[in-house]
């Protein structure tokens, strides 16, 4: 699957010594091979990807980016390698389409197995799989088993909820979608009453809000549903399976909307070198064969209707998704960040 | 990579002789024009990003002004004074106590010191969350002493605030400061310290009053790369809930869609750090410290021998900083590491080692002779100017890691599709990505990144050395070359060292750039630790960073043992 890097290395060395191109290969292309791009993590896609393989032939690379993906895949322009980019967040969906990195992609199969609100209206980009923003919350001392998301403003919650940064990425998807529904004004109001709550200043990320809960410095705490899974599932830490006893999932609604889910997604990238693998990999990925390993594997909600989640992830409750398309969520990115910052909401309570 | 532009070399170099007046200073053209080339390339991902910053609207800062930067200016100016006073405190006690007295495990201490310097901030950041963190052993101790039961029955301070990160990136940092302030206290002339002492001041008096002010520009070379250490920082800051400016500029880009905005903030930052590194430099214009004589250079006194108590809290004023900065990172990923043991054996962890250990002899190299380049060019021209150039060209150090990469990034494959673009035209076949598409990416993005600490680490070696010796060199009919490497490159052996084995480590431990720029396949420990890191499941990388620590150990022990050598060779 990789070649050796070493030898990569030292090629790449070399182009710089003696700056001449005889020397040089281009990275090869491969016949049978799809170029990935992606945020997600290349342990997570690695089973669907062997499925993938098997079932087709094609090889696969995966090139794992944290930041600036679309600006790379940008600068290299018609050179760029990547057929296919994966993310793990609408935001990035959207602004790679909105940079011109990805082409749209018109596939009856892919269509008909995805939802319209997890897709783009003009097929540049798809969701496969689904996770909620929900509400950790403590067994011990939390009575409530319903809560909504406009619930945790109230005062009664005053210094018992716990939150990652307010600018990541899952937590603008939630607030965007607040804005959604309720507009700029009212949203804010709620983030004034919801900051004013917090137990401590937002930090960490979700699984450390599961131990706060399970420390008993908050009450709540604000976290994606699969981790709740990987944490029960945790044999190698199995402290982390106390840190997932102590609470219980509650799926908070947008005032009877249903939850707000997010997504990880495809897109084609616009000048995919192996444009024909690439769309089989994505049909792929909108299988039912692909859906149900990404379920169980990884503890997310599959897109497609009529495949169903993990046991463990029935276990947590029913998800309500909330049926707002996520192309609209994304559109308030920015001025949910704004608010982030306005409100002050990562400087904690206390300010 | 210096080669490379050999043609455009002599273009340059030929242009400056035709607008510089005739002085002496202009017979070293080759010299000069190598540094020009080293310094512009190094220069360009900088003003790309400058560019970039010029093409914004200023649409972003009213948003910015009103809501963003006025606190996070004050916390990063706090977080860097902090950190500042901290690592400074630590780094030259340290150095003073091993180069000067006899203690307890000193000899082992000497190079434990720096162990903490191959400890990744972020890392460290998760450490002490994990470690003071309510299940952390401290307070879980406490709660078994005084029976308390849930965390709010009791206080404890909290590791994940502004204080906190000053804690956490001292506790890793401070080692730039030791190693630099270790190597001017070992080239310390006997001289001066003598003199101080037949005048009667006592050893404490000697060493405030003649041999920390002798040390200074060290010290502040020091201090200066912790700094940009600090200013550049994402991974540590963002997990405490810290909001500087760094963190700012990547809010502005990712979440608010500006990289105009980003590079505006970034740009105001790195004119902060260049404003505060010339008023430095302007307060001390008028002191100059050399030896007199090339062996007052290596010849010390002998150590002070601590007995009984005294002993015992020098080995303990030692000791602390290493607890904090690698004990603390040790204790919790040797537990995680003490559950994967499988993994060591995994062919993927191997190669990232292996690819880990090349780019960074690879980097280490080329910044290391890239400095060497450019500080030869800063003695020979001995002009402002040229000294001002050479420091402009180590400032991308004080970027967002992913922030100068991006300015690469454009640059590499701005470069390689023209290059494609003519090789279609004249002959028919392209070239590809050449450069942005391979390994050769990785080691440019992180020789431009830190040639600072290459600089900055051989350039207070050879702030120490007396300028006369390189003349007296040259009267005996040495050329410039010949003297440089005859008569200086052997004094400064212990400067290049520490050079050396700053960048490799910092080189094993980067992530930013290489995760932005690197080719598929390639991965680095690095990487491996992020990759698990970034998905919550820190402990499955744990066995990677243990790596880190452990590649990055070998060149720190292998660096002090030269410098011990060194040191006791020629010990009276």
């Known amino acids: 699957m990789k070649r050796s890097t070493a030898l990569q290395l030292r090629a790449g060395l070399a182009a710089v010594a003696i700056s001449s191109f005889a020397a040089l290969a281009t990275p090869a292309l491969a016949e049978g091979k799809v170029n990935i791009y992606s945020y997600r993590q290349p342990d997570l896609i690695k089973p669907v990807l062997d499925a993938f393989t098997e079932e087709t032939g094609i090889e696969t690379e995966v090139l794992f980016l944290d930041k600036g993906l679309e600006e790379r895949i940008a600068a290299e322009g018609e050179n760029s390698p990547a057929d296919v980019i994966l993310t793990v967040d609408i935001a990035r969906l959207t602004k790679a389409k909105e940079q011109g990195v990805t082409q749209p992609l018109d596939d009856a199969d892919i269509n008909a197995a995805l939802p319209a609100e997890y897709r783009d209206p003009e097929g540049h980009w798809f969701g496969v799989t689904r996770r909620g923003r929900v509400v950790y919350a403590s067994k011990d001392r939390v009575a409530e088993d319903e809560l909504s998301y406009a619930d945790l403003a109230d005062p009664k919650w005053k210094g018992k909820i716990c939150i990652r940064s307010g600018q990541h990425d899952y937590n603008l998807a939630l607030f965007s979608a607040l804005i959604a529904h309720w507009g700029e004004e009212k949203t804010e109001e709620w983030m004034k009453g919801f900051k004013a709550n917090l137990a401590r200043k937002p930090s960490g990320n979700d699984r450390a809000g599961a131990k ?24 190698k830490e199995p402290e982390q399976k106390d840190w997932a006893n102590a609470m219980k999932v509650i799926f908070p609604s947008i005032d009877g909307a249903g939850t ?25 990925l909108a299988s039912d064969e692909a859906q149900q390993i990404y379920a169980a594997e990884v503890f997310e909600y599959p897109v497609m209707d009529g495949v169903e989640a993990s046991d463990i992830v029935k276990s947590f409750g029913d998800l309500n998704a909330d049926s707002l398309p996520l192309a609209e969520i994304a559109k308030h990115r920015k001025a949910a960040s704004e608010m982030v910052d306005r409100v002050g909401l990562d400087d904690g309570p206390a300010s | 990579m210096l080669k490379t532009g050999d043609p ?63 606190r996070s200016s004050v916390t990063t100016l706090a977080l860097l004074i902090m950190v500042a006073a901290a690592t400074a405190s630590i780094g030259v006690t340290g150095a003073w106590l091993v180069v000067a007295y006899d203690f307890p495990l000193r000899r082992l201490l000497a190079w434990a010191l720096v162990l903490p310097l191959a400890v990744p901030p972020y890392l460290a950041a998760y450490a002490f969350v994990e470690f003071f963190d309510f299940t952390g052993p401290p307070q879980t101790a406490l709660r078994a002493l005084f029976g308390f ?40 002339g006997r001289n001066i310290a003598d003199v101080a002492r037949t005048l009667g001041a006592r050893p404490m008096k000697v060493f405030l009053r003649v041999l920390l002010p002798v040390a200074r520009p060290a010290i502040v070379a020091g201090v200066s790369l912790v700094l940009m250490e600090t200013i550049n920082d994402i991974g540590a800051v963002e997990y405490l809930g810290v909001r500087t400016l760094t963190f700012s500029v990547y809010s502005t880009w990712l979440n608010r869609g500006s990289l105009e905005g980003a590079a505006q903030i970034a740009t105001i930052m790195l004119a902060l750090v260049l404003a505060l590194i010339f008023i430095e ?21 002998p150590r002070v021998g601590l007995k009984g108590w005294r002993g015992l809290l020098a080995t303990i004023a030692v000791l602390a900083p290493i607890l904090s900065g690698f004990g603390i990172p040790l204790y919790i990923f040797g537990g995680y590491v003490s559950r994967r043991l499988d993994q060591f054996l995994e062919p993927a962890l191997i190669d990232a080692f292996l690819t880990s250990v090349v780019t960074a002899a690879c980097t280490a190299t080329i910044t290391v002779a890239a400095a060497l380049v450019l500080l030869n060019a800063v ?44 090789m279609r035209q004249w002959i028919g076949i392209g070239t590809g990505l050449m450069l942005s598409g391979s390994a050769a990416a990785v080691v440019i993005a992180c020789s431009t990144r830190f040639i600072a600490l290459a600089e900055g680490a ?60 690197r080719p598929f396949g ?4 690095a990487t491996y630790v992020y990759e698990n890191a970034s998905r919550g499941v820190i402990e499955d990388g744990a066995v990677a960073a243990l790596l880190i620590i452990l590649t990055a150990l070998v060149p720190v022990v292998l660096l002090s043992r030269a410098l011990m050598r060194d040191a006791e060779a020629t010990q009276i």
């Open chain 2, 281 to 301: 430099q302007w307060a001390r214009r008028k002191q100059r410290f050399h030896g007199a004589r090339a062996t007052h250079m290596k010849a010390r006194p």
């Open chain 2, 8 to 70: 455009s070399r002599h273009a340059a170099s030929a242009a400056s002789w035709k607008h510089a007046p005739k002085t002496k200073r202009d017979h070293h053209p080759g010299a000069l024009g190598a540094a020009s080339i080293i310094a512009a390339i190094v220069l360009l991902p900088v003003v790309t990003l400058m560019v970039i910053a010029l093409s914004g609207s200023g649409a972003d800062w009213p948003h910015l002004v009103q809501n963003v930067l006025p």
């Open chain 2, 458 to 517: 051989i350039r207070s070696g050879l702030d120490k050395l007396p300028p006369h010796l390189d003349q007296a060199a040259r009267s005996l009919g040495r050329t410039p070359a010949g003297s440089a490497r005859e008569v200086l490159l052997p004094l400064l052996r212990p400067a290049i060292l520490t050079a050396a084995v700053l960048v490799f480590v910092d080189t094993v431990k980067e992530l930013s750039a290489t995760i932005l720029l």
């Open chain 2, 379 to 422: 003695r020979l021209s001995r002009t402002p100017g040229a000294a001002a150039i050479v420091r402009l060209a180590s400032m991308g150090y004080a970027l967002p890691g992913t922030i100068l990469g991006l300015g690469l990034l454009l640059i590499l494959t701005g470069f390689d599709n023209l290059i494609d673009g003519l």
């Open chain 2, 522 to 525: 390639f991965n680095t420990l």
């Open chain 1, 212 to 235: 706060s809960i399970y420390s008993g410095e908050c009450d709540l705490a604000i976290g994606n549903t699969y981790y709740v899974g990987l944490m029960m599932t945790n044999d």
């Open chain 1, 260 to 284: 707000h889910v997010n997504i990880s997604g495809m897109a084609l990238a616009k000048h995919a070198p192996n444009k024909e693998e690439a769309v089989k990999l994505m049909e792929f």
């Open chain 2, 149 to 188: 039961k849930t965390g709010s029955d009791y206080w404890f301070p909290d590791i994940r605030s502004t204080v906190g990160a000053a804690v956490v990136l001292s506790s890793v940092l401070y080692p730039y400061v030791y190693l630099t302030a270790r190597v001017v206290f070992l080239m310390q």
